[in-house]
């Protein structure tokens, strides 16, 4: 078992679209870029046609995914896993995932909008009466942040975790979400939009900036804030536009000026972007905002969106595993994609002839980041997520990975809640692992599903097909208000209306 203080530790210290088809309405864009000088404008279509085999292992990844949320989350007080089917506690970035999924859910008729709603009102209710405090013990969160990890019988903090303001983030992501999704006058979703809205306006934002103007990471009752702030390109986009969009205790924008000042613009395996190693940091905020068209004063300098980005980084890594530098088996142009996830052991190994260190949770990912430790972090283990999770930026690539990954490896990786966390190719043989298992002749097969992986798949699944989550979110007051503050200008945000 991965201890919480591990896994937080690991995090803290590696952080470091085709258009309408066969009834679809994917995320568009060219890939061009756009001048420094000039306003963002519609994005022309990638030349990519799905095949009907895509398109079906799609609507069934995307069935699985969303049954892991459903069938698994205890359904009286909405507390997610963090994994399954190992139960050592709820993860609030899972839950957040868990609410976004709830909705697609809906549009796809698996569940109806009653059954959505009622979960949802009974996840936002439980989440709201957690007590808050500064105490040691017996509290859900503090100044409205919660802890990353709950346990499951109270909801209380689990172990010595950190308040994250990441995490909750990532949970305010999918609460917010719910907010503008479930718009009836039915008491239901009034009491759903009124709980979320308290969630919200409760998170004191400038608390967390124990250095100011940057956001810490986290923060202890026993020794106080990390040591550690959100700068530079990373996942921590949503905690900033969430913290600048709060009407009751906002970030200023200079906060934003702060994180993106060193932003690192590199070129990675003939890919010149922002630079961060795991694919979810180029993931996260994208679930909920859609960056398509709009541009903040440091991307727009580069002639590019952030959605370009991402794809830019996408692409670096499918180059880094056709490369394949470390002779890793398996890895090629449709076996790809290195981001936070499970792994087998924690030792070192030969493979190929080689010494390879293997580890259990790490933020594997690849880049010029320029991390003194290493900007390949890379053990041979592959995570669906990370090729999934970027369908709508580079579908062209993400969905033959979807496919082969499928069928090359079948049951032992996709079976009843779709794909196992990640598996790893090179271990063909019998050895001792901590995690998992190893199928001989085929490789390592992690033994669980993650929340915070299952989560990017079924949501990016649904930007790409039908623009959902991203048209939802482009309605809400507190995302437009924080992405203005934040300096973005351009496309759709140009022309809401929107406001608190």
Partial sequence: MITPHVRVARRAALRATACALLGLLPACHSGATLGPATRPGPAAPVAFKPSARELALADTVAERTFRWFWETTDSVTGLAHDRWPTRDFSSVASIGFALTAYPIGVERRWITREQSAHRTLVTLRYLWALPQGSQLDDMGGYKGFFYHFLRYEDGRRYG??????????????????????????????????????????????????????????????????????????NEAMIVYILGLGSPTHALQPESWQAWSRTNLWRNYRGQQHANFSPLFGHQYSHVWIDFRGIQDSWIREKGI????????????????????????????????????????????????????????????????????????????????????????????????????????????????????????????????????????????????????????????????????????????????????????????????????
């Fill in 160 to 233: 010595d975790v950190e308040l994250s303001t990441v995490d909750t983030s990532l949970l305010l992501g999918g609460v917010l979400f719910a907010q503008s999704f479930y718009t009836r006058r039915n008491g239901t979703e009034v009491a759903i939009r009124a709980v979320a809205d308290s969630i919200y306006r409760r998170v004191d934002w400038p608390w967390a900036m124990a250095r100011a103007p940057l956001v810490s990471m986290g923060w202890k009752p026993e020794s106080g804030f990390i040591r550690a702030d959100w700068k530079g390109y």
């Fill in 305 to 500: 969106d952030w959605f370009e980005n991402s794809r830019r980084a996408t692409l670096s890594q499918r180059a880094y595993a056709i490369a394949n530098p470390k002779g890793f088996i398996g890895y090629g142009e449709d076996i790809w994609g290195l981001t936070a996830s499970d792994g087998p052991s924690d030792t070192s190994v030969t493979i190929n002839g080689r010494p390879v260190r293997l580890y259990t949770y790490w933020a594997r990912g690849v880049s010029d980041d320029g991390d003194p430790g290493g900007s390949e972090r890379d053990d041979g283990t592959i995570a669906p997520t990370a090729a999934i999770g970027s369908l709508p930026f580079a579908p062209e690539v993400a969905f033959p990975a979807m496919v082969a990954m499928r069928e090359r490896y079948g049951s032992m990786l996709f079976g009843q809640y779709g794909f196992r966390d990640s598996f790893n190719p090179s271990l063909v043989t019998l050895m001792p692992v901590r995690m998992g298992r190893i199928e001989p002749g085929l490789g390592w097969v992690a033994g669980d599903h993650l929340g915070i992986d299952q989560g990017p798949i079924i949501a990016m699944l649904e930007n790409y097909r039908s623009e959902l989550v991203w048209k939802t979110m482009r309605t809400n007051p507190y995302i437009v208000t924080g992405l203005r503050r934040a300096g973005f200008t351009g496309g759709w945000l140009d022309r809401t209306r929107t406001r608190p």
